[in-house]
């Protein structure tokens, strides 16, 4: 096969999707969110969102959408980020995954985008890209998010320090879950910045995207999206995360003796 037909095949090999969502009180926006990614995804995707346990018509936002492409698991108890989104990242069965926060909006390109560079590179792992930033009513309050956040870095070191994995401007493939799941135990851990340190870890290959796929959206309210933190819960976070990471390189020396890390401490 000649390498144009190879890579027009491997371009309409298109693997399946999985968008994976953590909802709590949502009510507000998460249909339009839904919307914005129902209209990018094919008829085998799938969106999987968790329910945590809310008390406000985010469970009725979901039944009304009766698109089965949707599948909602409900908390029975508030579980927290982490768990939600591990369970619905358990549950997950496309190829390639997406996260995704309650209320933020798709851009209308982001999904074709992402394949398009997981195609053009079967080593890649993960792919992470820019967005801007719009408040409550949708109006765009800045061009870019990592211009206010700082460069994006994927080394493991980096993200130790100051977390640069933004969960809503993520996608992998879901082969790295084999060694993300399952999440640490404490609570604190963001699921992003493990996500993200597991990858480098393992010297799976990341690619960052400039672009702009996704309007992150900045309220009071905001449930997944990042909050100043204290000095001390700074040091919780940071310190559970490495204690996860130790833990995780010591389970694997374990069942791997030959197992040596590959990443990059940058």
Request: aromatic share 10%; with cysteine; proline share 3%.
């Amino acid at each position: 096969m000649r390498y144009g037909e190879e890579w027009a095949s491997r371009l309409n090999s298109r693997p399946k999707v999985s968008a994976c969502v953590a909802a709590f009180q949502g009510e507000r926006f998460i249909t339009q969110q839904l919307h914005s990614i129902l209209a990018q995804l094919a008829a085998d995707d799938e969106i999987i969102v968790v329910d945590d346990a809310s008390t406000d018509g985010t469970s009725s936002k979901l039944a009304a959408l009766q698109d089965p492409r949707l599948h909602v698991i409900r908390n029975a108890k508030n579980q927290g980020i982490l768990r939600s989104f591990e369970t619905a990242l358990s549950r997950s069965s496309g190829e390639i995954v997406f996260l995704s926060d309650q209320d933020d909006l798709w851009l209308p390109n982001k999904v074709q985008v992402v394949l398009d560079v997981f195609a053009r590179d079967p080593d890649l792992m993960l792919v992470a890209s820019d967005a801007t930033l719009i408040d409550e009513d949708g109006t765009k309050i800045g061009d870019s998010f990592y211009a206010r956040r700082g460069r994006f870095r994927a080394g493991l070191w980096s993200n130790i320090l100051i977390g640069k994995f933004h969960g809503c401007t993520m996608a992998f493939r879901s082969t790295l879950l084999q060694s993300a799941l399952p999440f640490p135990p404490a609570t604190e851990v963001h699921h992003d910045t493990w996500i993200g340190c597991i990858n480098a870890l393992i010297g799976g290959k990341t690619e960052y995207i400039a672009e702009p796929l996704v309007a992150y959206r900045r309220h009071s309210s905001n449930v997944t999206g990042r909050i100043r933190l204290s000095a001390q819960t700074r040091f919780r976070v940071r310190y559970h995360l490495v204690l996860g990471l130790l833990l995780f390189c010591l389970k694997r020396a374990r069942s791997a003796p030959r197992f040596r890390w590959r990443g990059s401490w940058s």
